[in-house]
């Protein structure tokens, strides 16, 4: 499967923005999903993850109620929905795929990786 992600940019504190990942390839629903970030200087991290057919997702703490990860199989498209947006979100964001029943949290646990989008912060 190959990945491409969208949607990043410039937004100040407080605003939202929405990234979306559209998957090639076939199967895109017998994949689990996955968005991670990754900041200068920093180690990759999960933010938000979610099943094969999107009934169960995993969220990480730093961003839990204010960032939202759906999929449609039909379109073959991740999204992630991010509001309250603060300057310590700024990073890459990257879509990943994982080829396995289970949600992980380890991006070494993911097979497929998109090429990332910026996503900056002001305050």
């Known amino acids: 499967v190959q990945l491409q992600a969208s949607g990043g940019g410039l937004v100040q504190a407080g605003g939202s923005l929405r990234l979306s990942c559209a998957a090639s390839?076939?199967?895109?629903?017998?994949?689990?999903m996955g968005w991670f970030r990754q900041a200068p200087g920093k180690e990759r991290e999960l933010v938000a993850a979610?099943?094969?057919?999107?009934?169960?997702?995993y969220v990480a703490d730093s961003v839990k109620g204010r960032f939202t990860i759906s999929r449609d199989n039909a379109k073959n498209t991740m999204y992630l929905r991010m509001n309250s947006l603060k300057p310590e979100d700024t990073a890459v964001y990257y879509c990943?795929?994982?080829?396995?029943?289970?949600?992980?949290?380890?991006?070494?646990?993911?097979?497929?990786w998109g090429q990332g989008t910026l996503v900056t912060v002001s305050s």
């Open positions: 990943a795929a994982r080829n396995r029943i289970d949600i992980a949290t380890m991006k070494e646990e993911f097979d497929y």
């Open positions: 390839g076939r199967n895109f629903s017998s994949y689990v």
């Open positions: 979610i099943s094969r057919s999107g009934s169960s997702t």
